[in-house]
């Protein structure tokens, strides 16, 4: 394809492609767009990019991003240091703490276990995971994992090596979301839906 634009204009449009969501049209958009709007978006963008980088780091603890090591999370005292819950990635543990509903710990995976991507246990933090769990303060484990064939190997796995430390281990409930209709659900989740009953 010929080149449309300048090299600088096509470094950036190719790094945009590089995004997760983002291909090379809605990359093109998306330059075209900080662009077009410089100093509202393209230069605070560069500068918070580059803060980002200088500051951000991984927390030694749980494994999370924060400026701060240890994270946020892992400082905050009125937490219930007795529970963790394990998550793949970041965005997961933002996704949980936007809901506000859980007041424990976290431990970030950084992956799941795929044998089509060749990633084990290795490439993963569990040895960091086992370890925290068997400190002696911890009472639960809870795997915040994907409903997906890798995360329920993960589980598995995860389930196993945790069994050592005595530390009880559980999953999150899967099942039909509130405001969910049946007739607009996959089997799949119809299906543990049913196997997760409750008295009503």
Not at 14 to 28: E, N, V
Not at 55 to 61: A, G, L, N, W
Not at 76 to 103: N, P
Request: include cysteine; charge should be positive; glycine fraction near 10%.
């Amino acid at each position: 394809m010929a080149a449309s634009a300048g090299p600088e204009i096509e470094r950036l449009i190719a790094l945009l492609a590089k995004l997760p969501g983002l291909g090379p049209r809605s990359a093109r958009r998306s330059a075209l767009a900080l662009l077009k709007r410089r100093d509202q978006l393209l230069v605070p963008l560069a500068q918070a990019m580059t803060v980002a980088a200088e500051r951000v780091r991984t927390c030694s603890i749980c494994g999370a991003l924060d400026t701060s090591d240890p994270c946020a999370v892992c400082s905050d005292r009125s937490r219930d240091q007795s529970l963790i819950c394990v998550v793949e990635e970041v965005g997961s543990l933002w996704a949980l703490e936007r809901g506000g509903s859980f007041r424990g710990r976290y431990h970030v995976l950084g992956g799941l276990l795929s044998a089509l991507d060749g990633r084990g246990p290795e490439a993963l933090r569990v040895s960091e995971l086992v370890s925290r769990a068997g400190a002696g303060e911890v009472r639960e484990v809870i795997l915040a994992l994907p409903a997906t064939v890798d995360g329920q190997t993960t589980a598995h796995y995860l389930a196993e090596r945790l069994t050592a430390t005595g530390v009880p281990v559980t999953s999150l409930a899967r099942g039909v979301p509130v405001g969910g209709e049946l007739d607009w659900l996959d089997d799949g989740t119809i299906a543990q839906a049913l196997r997760a009953r409750r008295p009503a």
